[in-house]
């Protein structure tokens, strides 16, 4: 976990050159029960191993953005509301087990950024990825 939140190191072989680095990023499967913002007991051990990740010498002083994803079913107004939800209960959580809150920054995408976009109904469009924003 701690190496795919990592920032890649950043190489220029000039001046003049516009540099475009991807963020790091993790995309999590976050269990949710149907129409609630509240982690299920499985989704913890996953949540347990982010919040070490987050708290190692590796990822030590680095901001993050949790952003949470729905799939299509419903309103673009509801998901975007139970995006958000979700994402601040990965938050919430992750500030229980020590991550200094300060670092993190939750936001909602609704089912704007689907993972599986031939298939907007997709389980796996329901999600939280993990951004790492420095």
């Known amino acids: 976990m701690v190496r795919a939140l ?17 963020r790091a990023q993790i995309d999590l499967t976050v269990e949710f029960d149907f129409d609630s913002a509240r982690l299920r007991p499985e989704s913890l051990p996953l949540l347990d191993r982010l919040a070490s990740a987050m708290k190692s010498d590796g990822l030590k002083g680095l901001r993050f953005r949790i952003e949470g994803h729905t799939d299509a079913v419903g309103s673009p107004d509801y998901n975007m509301k139970l995006s958000n939800r979700r994402a601040q209960s990965v938050g919430d959580f992750l500030g ?15 089912a704007s950024e689907p993972i599986v976009p031939a298939d907007p109904l997709a389980a796996a469009n329901r999600r939280v990825r993990i951004v790492t924003i420095e």
């Open 96 to 110: 229980v087990q020590g991550v200094d809150q300060a670092r993190l920054e939750s936001v909602g995408k609704g």
């Open 6 to 22: 990592k920032p890649p190191p950043v190489r220029s072989r000039g001046l003049g050159r516009s540099l475009m680095v991807e």
